[in-house]
């Protein structure tokens, strides 16, 4: 039997590690207490189904962008003060991120996610013995994500 993806196998050193990759605030500062991000964009379609046609197809319905990522609470952030603000303001915060991956050869993959809010769950406090302390937050991301660089082989 032979290997079927040989591209997969030809050069290992291309896969890129967690630590190949960082979060920026807006203003480029990198947000060093950040363990770990992740951005996910939501389809949504709507069905659509001709008379006469037998086959079922989808247009697009909407489009929205997630933005979650873990903190360690080294010390209390702007973040967490924005978000309590919120509650005797009932204005949301306004944020801007940079999500960058470094490839091997210097190029660079780097997402700008404006106009980010609160939405869904956010640990406020999030305590366990023996445990590093972590808050985790959820943001929907309202304006559009624009591509500053793609990684080149």
Not at 53 to 82: M, N
């Amino acid at each position: 039997m032979s290997i079927i993806n040989t591209q997969a196998t030809a050069d290992a050193r291309k896969v890129r590690t967690g630590k190949d990759g960082a979060l920026y605030n807006g203003k480029g500062k990198l947000l060093a207490t950040v363990e770990t991000f992740q951005a996910q964009m939501a389809v949504s379609n709507q069905k659509y189904h001709p008379l006469g046609a037998l086959r079922e197809q989808e247009v697009l319905d909407s489009i929205g962008t997630t933005l979650t990522f873990t903190e360690c609470v080294v010390e209390d952030s702007g973040f967490i003060s924005d978000l309590l603000k919120m509650q005797s303001t009932g204005v949301q915060p306004d944020w801007k991120f940079q999500g960058v991956l470094k490839g091997s050869n210097g190029s660079e993959e780097r997402f700008i996610y404006p106009n980010c809010v609160p939405s869904g769950n956010i640990d406020l406090q999030n305590i366990a013995i023996g445990s590093i302390v972590k808050r985790q937050w959820s943001l929907f991301v309202n304006g559009e994500v624009k591509p500053q660089g793609k990684l080149k082989a």
